[in-house]
């Protein structure tokens, strides 16, 4: 079946012109418009490296300029926004006290665990670095933010203290997210591109809440399908 499909689905491509099948090859003319399915999925780094991340969910763009640019520089802007429904960051578990004061503690409890929320980025610039091959390569930079049903991430611990286990030793349900991220766009079909991206992002509460470790940096994979308009 899937050699049959390849056999009727050739030949179209082959026929199509560049712009037909990769159509951030001109630009001149139409500016297109893409949505798409992502899974995106990852690990935090340094003091981090035991986070792990996993979200589902959609990315629409839209190409606001023709081909522009020097050499291997030559390509078109694209404003974009990525909306994960489901969003989840997976964190080792710890004990954790409520200190009134420094000698004066609860009971033991457990914190950490699995943090389920909403991400959105309303603000992601990409440069697609335009061809007429079905390979396009990417770059994008972009900010968002986090919902999660905790404060995020947990903190606290051993030694129980006000400072890190007071009432006022906490972290915040809201995040936002810097970020720096590569890919490219291969296009399997007419105006239809299977997407692969590597993001670099920061989560931090931006001292919003009491206290803000964040997550200096993680490491973030993307794959996707896009249909282009």
């Known amino acids: 079946m899937a050699l049959a499909l390849a056999v009727s689905v050739l030949p179209a491509v082959a026929q199509a012109t560049p712009a037909a099948v990769n159509p951030l090859s001109d630009t001149s003319a139409r500016r297109p418009l893409e949505v798409g399915g992502i899974v995106q999925g990852g690990f935090g780094t340094g003091d981090r490296n035991d986070f792990k991340f996993l979200m589902l969910g959609g990315h629409a763009g839209k190409v606001l300029t023709s081909n522009v640019g020097p050499g291997l520089l030559h390509g078109n802007f694209e404003y974009a926004v990525e909306v994960f429904p489901f969003w989840q960051s997976y964190t080792p578990r710890f004990q954790r006290k409520l200190c009134t004061t420094n000698t004066s503690c609860s009971a033991p409890y457990t914190v950490g665990g699995t943090y389920t929320g909403v991400s959105i980025t309303p603000i992601l610039l990409r440069w697609n670095f335009s061809s007429s091959r079905r390979l396009v390569p990417w770059a994008q930079g972009g900010g968002g933010v986090i ?41 399997v079909r007419p105006r239809r591109s299977i997407d692969f991206g590597a993001n670099a992002v920061h989560i931090s509460s931006a001292s919003i809440g009491d206290k803000n470790p964040g997550v200096n940096a993680s490491v973030q994979f993307t794959v996707g399908y896009t249909w282009w308009k």
């Open 147 to 187: 919902w999660t049903n905790h404060k995020y991430p947990p903190v606290g611990g051993p030694p129980y203290t006000t400072f890190n286990d007071g009432p006022s030793a906490n972290t915040s349900v809201w995040n936002f997210t810097p970020q720096f991220g590569v890919g490219l766009h291969y296009f």
